[in-house]
């Protein structure tokens, strides 16, 4: 399979996870999700990690790096719009990406009585091969350095996050 086609199996994938969280219980957790050569997969919900989003990001791709990620998908709310005229909207962001492409879509989030997501509207979604310029789809693009520090700081995390992590053999599904 191509490194496309697969980041398209595994958006939509992904995105029908969301989807069905949505409709399940009414939210929308950040994650992660890191799919190793070999087929191994995790998914990780982020939405408890206290790291300032630097950090985070930098976790993140210490995360996919332990993993051996080839490849990923990251999925979280975002706010959009324009404050000065009031129209703010939430969107759900999903992207599947490599070191060399992503396929990347928004939904806009519906609420319902006492904050429950009741529906998601789609607001399209795009592909590129430039994820070192895509601000979601960079995990897995350029060099990234860790101190010593990090190394102990975002091990000691990780090792900590490992017994709720979801697992998945992509393979073993064949």
């Known amino acids: ?35 190793a050569a070999d ?11 206290t790291l300032q989003p630097m950090a985070r990001n930098k976790y993140l791709r210490f995360v996919l790096d332990e993993h051996q990620s080839v490849a ?23 992207v599947a ?11 806009q989030v519906i609420r319902g009585e006492g904050g429950k997501v009741t529906g998601l509207r789609p607001m399209g979604v795009t592909e ?16 990234i350095r860790f101190t010593d520090t990090e190394k102990q700081k975002y091990g000691s995390l990780w090792e900590e996050a490992r017994p709720e992590l979801m697992l998945n053999d992509r393979n073993a599904a064949e």
């Not at 490194?3 to 992660?32: D, H, Q």
């Not at 191994?40 to 408890?48: E, K, T």
């Open 39 to 49: 087929g191994r997969q995790f998914i990780y919900l982020i939405d408890g990690l």
């Open 1 to 35: 399979m191509s490194s496309k086609a697969f980041l398209r199996e595994l958006y939509e994938e992904y995105s029908e996870w969301y989807m069905s969280i949505a409709e399940e219980n009414g939210v929308l957790p950040r994650s992660i999700s890191g799919v």
């Open 128 to 143: 590129g091969d430039d994820p070192e310029k895509h601000p979601a789809s960079w995990f897995l693009a350029g060099a």
């Open 97 to 107: 990406a490599d070191a060399e492409h992503y396929v990347m879509g928004h939904w």
């Open 72 to 94: 990923y998908a990251y999925g979280g709310l975002a706010l959009r719009g324009d404050s000065d005229l009031g129209q703010i909207e939430e969107v759900l962001d999903v």
